[in-house]
């Protein structure tokens, strides 16, 4: 049982570049989300999904797409990279009506 | 709207009791929770409490939640070097829409 799987585990991308995130949850769960971690703003939800094909938009949703084509994934896609998106980017999963989020180990990207 | 709001950083001698202090604003919060993140790693939830109870004790942690000043806050007793991480509170509300709001962390530094 790994739990929560984020690939890759760093990058780094040159403005304009595109690139995806996969996460991975091997749980059943059916809630999947995409935070981002920047100093002293905390965790801020991009996206979540609340079932296998389909998404909704969080707090901080500008620049980045989604897709959850299968219940076990969750991808976060930056279309054109931009230096505001370094960031550390956190994936997670929960149950629906289980309130315990459990979290990936993070991919930490860099736009120059 | 919600909002949860921490201190960011706290430092304690190692021994010491340490109280992280939270503040939210939703009253219709059903779940209030406590994760803790070290350095390099994501999230993993430490304790949480309904909001129908005052206090929960699990070994050293404390949770006290005063709903009237919608003020919760974590007691860790006998603080150890191993505590030192980031730690978050957030709130949740019951029913099939999940999304939690974290506030942005409390930085704990344990000196011995």
């Known amino acids: 049982n790994a739990g929560v799987t984020q690939t890759p585990k760093f990058r780094v991308l040159k403005t304009g570049q595109s690139m995806t995130l996969l996460c991975a949850q091997d749980?059943?769960?059916?809630?999947m989300y995409w935070y981002r971690q920047d100093p002293g703003m905390g965790l801020r939800l991009i996206h979540y999904?609340?079932?296998?094909?389909?998404?909704a938009k969080g707090e901080v949703p500008d620049g980045y797409n989604v897709s959850r084509l299968k219940k076990q994934n969750f991808l976060l896609g930056l279309e054109s990279a931009a230096p505001s998106q370094t960031s550390v980017y956190f994936c997670?999963?929960?149950?629906?009506?289980?309130?315990?989020?459990?979290f990936g180990p993070g991919t930490r990207l860099t736009v120059t | 709207g919600e909002d949860v709001e921490q201190s960011l950083f706290l430092s304690v001698r190692e021994g010491d009791s340490s109280v992280i202090n939270c503040t939210y604003t939703?009253?219709?919060?059903?779940?209030l929770y406590w994760y803790k993140q070290e350095p390099g790693a994501g999230l993993q939830l430490l304790t949480y409490i309904f909001s129908n109870m005052d206090m929960k004790q699990d070994q050293r942690l404390t949770v006290l939640l005063n709903k009237k000043d919608k003020h919760l806050s974590l007691r860790i007793a006998d603080t150890q070097t191993g505590d030192s991480a980031i730690y978050f509170c957030a709130e949740g509300l019951s029913g099939g829409s999940y999304i939690p709001t974290f506030g942005r962390g409390t930085s704990l530094i344990v000196h011995p």
């Open positions: 749980m059943n769960h059916e809630y």
């Open positions: 999904s609340v079932g296998e094909g389909t998404t």
């Open positions: 997670a999963s929960s149950y629906i009506r289980q309130y315990e989020q459990y």
């Open positions: 939703d009253s219709s919060s059903t779940y």
